[in-house]
């Protein structure tokens, strides 16, 4: 696989990143292969932006997401992954995350939660953003990540076993949904789909989030 479909530019203030195409796996292999060229280098970089003209808002998000997570990149402006902070209604009606607003009280957070940071909610919760490891989840109801959610989570308290769990990427420390306790396989799967986890025959499950199917 040729890497000439990424060129990166270096300037004083970081680099920026431009993507011809809009295939997202051949955009992947095709980055990764020029980052591994020299890894040293990049790793730990200050991303400015990523273009191209053929770019979507979702293969964007995906490419800075890898490249925070997987490459140390550090993001010039962190709200740039989180253009999702769209309307609830819009999120709904583009099946971008499960219909839970009708469910009873939501709370919505927006922005990423850090180490130490806790959010507890008698209802639903909706993080609009990360979940990092170190910060803590606790509702009644549903918990949806708008984002990746490597915290923990801890849904349906208090006996609520139709309570589910879903993100952008589920890589959750650790994921509890009433008293069933779930530590997901390590592993570098992360942002591929969004996830969902959910009581299944006295287990939680977790699988792709295909609203569709």
Same mark, same amino acid.
């Given at each position: 696989?040729?890497?000439?479909?990424?060129?990166? /530019?270096?300037?004083?203030?970081?680099?920026?990143?431009?993507?011809?195409?809009?295939?997202?796996?051949?955009?992947?292999?095709?980055?990764?292969?020029?980052?591994?060229?020299?890894?040293?280098?990049?790793?730990?970089?200050? #991303?400015?932006?990523?273009?191209?003209?053929? #770019?979507?808002?979702?293969? /964007?998000?995906?490419?800075?997401?890898?490249?925070?997570?997987?490459?140390?990149?550090?993001?010039?402006?962190? +709200?740039?992954? =989180?253009?999702?902070?769209?309307?609830?209604?819009?999120?709904? /009606?583009?099946?971008?995350?499960?219909?839970?607003?009708?469910?009873?009280?939501?709370?919505?957070?927006?922005?990423?939660?850090?180490?130490?940071?806790?959010?507890? +909610?008698?209802?639903?919760?909706?993080?609009?953003?990360?979940?990092?490891?170190?910060?803590? =989840?606790?509702?009644?109801?549903?918990?949806?990540?708008?984002?990746?959610?490597?915290?923990?989570?801890?849904?349906?308290?208090?006996?609520?076993?139709?309570?589910?769990?879903?993100?952008?990427? #589920?890589?959750?420390?650790?994921?509890?949904?009433?008293?069933?306790?779930?530590?997901?396989?390590?592993?570098?799967?992360?942002?591929?789909?969004?996830?969902?986890?959910?009581?299944?025959?006295?287990?939680?499950?977790?699988?792709? +989030?295909?609203?569709?199917?």
């Amino acid at each position: 696989m040729s890497n000439s479909m990424i060129s990166i /530019k270096g300037i004083a203030d970081g680099v920026y990143i431009n993507v011809e195409g809009n295939d997202y796996n051949k955009i992947k292999e095709s980055l990764e292969m020029k980052i591994n060229e020299n890894i040293e280098f990049f790793k730990g970089s200050k #991303l400015i932006d990523v273009v191209g003209e053929e #770019l979507t808002l979702d293969i /964007k998000t995906e490419i800075m997401l890898l490249l925070k997570y997987k490459y140390d990149f550090v993001l010039k402006n962190e +709200y740039m992954i =989180l253009d999702r902070e769209i309307e609830k209604e819009d999120l709904i /009606k583009n099946n971008k995350i499960p219909n839970i607003v009708e469910e009873g009280m939501t709370k919505f957070v927006h922005g990423t939660l850090r180490s130490g940071q806790e959010v507890s +909610y008698n209802g639903n919760i909706v993080v609009i953003g990360d979940v990092n490891p170190g910060a803590v =989840l606790r509702a009644k109801g549903n918990i949806i990540v708008l984002g990746l959610l490597r915290g923990v989570a801890h849904a349906g308290i208090g006996g609520n076993k139709n309570a589910i769990v879903a993100a952008y990427s #589920l890589l959750p420390t650790q994921l509890r949904i009433d008293d069933i306790i779930v530590r997901p396989p390590e592993g570098d799967s992360y942002y591929k789909y969004p996830e969902i986890a959910r009581i299944i025959e006295d287990k939680v499950i977790i699988e792709p +989030y295909l609203p569709n199917k």
